[in-house]
């Protein structure tokens, strides 16, 4: 079965910087979209970006110029570094398969994600 653990949370100052990973079990898609997504107490989750195959990536604009994902699929991990970060980017971050990449109306299947790290900002 698909097994996502993300790490690498914790609690930062406005402007800092962090950089989440994904450890993927179980799930053989991994070489062509992957994705983050988040979720704030109280809101909606939401779709971080995604990164394809070819190492691609699209992105939601709240977080355009500021996050960054990559992975390695030999090591079957999913990163996410996360610059000049903003009180707004608290919540809980997941990873997950990526779909309908490749152009704008990609998203982050969110029946999928691990226990989610935490990620605080203030």
């Known amino acids: 079965h698909v097994q996502l653990v993300e790490s690498g949370g914790g609690s930062v100052e406005a402007g800092g910087s962090l950089t989440l990973s994904c450890e993927i079990s179980?799930?053989?898609?991994?070489?062509?979209?992957m994705g983050w997504f988040r979720q704030a107490p109280g809101k909606e989750r939401e779709g971080v970006g995604v990164i394809e195959g070819d190492g691609s990536t699209s992105y939601t604009d709240s977080v355009k110029g500021r996050f960054t994902i990559s992975k390695d699929d030999a090591k079957r991990t999913l990163s996410l570094q996360m610059d000049n970060l903003k009180p707004e980017d608290t919540g809980t971050y997941y990873c997950a398969p990526g779909r309908a990449c490749g152009g704008s109306l990609w998203y982050v299947d969110f029946d999928y994600g691990g226990q989610g790290t935490q990620v605080t900002v203030s």
């Open positions: 179980g799930y053989t898609m991994i070489r062509y979209c």
